[in-house]
């Protein structure tokens, strides 16, 4: 079975400061992995996602993963965040052969003018 | 594309009561759909994964007979939270994924309060 941290509850910023959000997981076969943001009373919308290939991923928003294996990471960056990335963010991991996910205990992410 | 809808978005019920909620793939068939529940400010833990045409497989510890789900064709999954008590009051989350692609859509979500 595959387990996902999330490393920090609770990340505060200012509005144009970098952002990144840490994640590590373990598994003992190869795995995808996402990350998925969560604004209030919704439901979860993919960020990105590792499945092969290039180990930089860029998704929506301005936002981008590096895979790591050898520190089986994926950490989520932002250059420059704004107000309206003010959500929970989940990272995520699957098996390459079953589809069902391992959520981290997510990390909100409160952005200040 | 990819456009999961969940229905309803807030329900309100007694004690005793059920209540269905319903999960739909808009623009895809869905192969296999999920669901969650996500207590405040947790994350989400898996209740159950369905296939079109067959029986749920339930996590462990997730009472079959207590979230009835159903997946009668390949766009529409629902569950029904039976005899629903003030402790099953949670918000309920669906996906649903697409033949060949390992990427959960996930629907808006159904906050159910049981009174």
């Not at chain 2, 898996?46 to 009668?72: C, P, R, W």
Request: glycine fraction near 6%; include cysteine.
């Amino acid at each position: 079975a595959q387990s996902v941290t999330q490393l920090d509850s609770q990340v505060p910023v200012f509005e144009e400061a970098p952002v990144e959000l840490r994640c590590n997981y373990s598994s003992s076969v190869s795995v995808y992995l996402f990350w998925y943001v969560q604004y209030p009373n919704q439901g979860l919308q993919l960020l990105l996602k590792y499945l092969s290939g290039s180990t930089l991923v860029k998704g929506i928003n301005g936002f981008e993963a590096e895979f790591n294996k050898s520190q089986t990471s994926f950490h989520l960056r932002k250059p420059s965040v704004h107000i309206s990335d003010t959500a929970e963010y989940f990272c995520a991991v699957s098996h390459r052969n079953d589809y069902k996910l391992s959520f981290g205990a997510g990390t909100t992410v409160t952005v200040r003018a | 594309g990819a456009v999961v809808s969940q229905h309803p978005s807030w329900v309100i019920c007694k004690s005793g009561t059920s209540v269905k909620i319903e999960c739909r793939s808009l623009d895809f068939q869905a192969t296999t759909m999920f669901w969650y529940r996500q207590f405040p400010k947790q994350s989400l833990m898996l209740m159950a994964t369905s296939n079109e045409g067959s029986k749920a497989t339930y996590e462990q510890g997730v009472e079959k007979d207590k979230f009835l789900i159903n997946h009668a064709s390949l766009t529409l999954s629902t569950l029904t939270v039976t005899s629903a008590h003030p402790e099953d009051s949670s918000f309920y989350i669906c996906s649903a994924t697409r033949d060949g692609e390992n990427i959960q859509y996930f629907g808006a979500g159904t906050r159910l309060s049981v009174l």
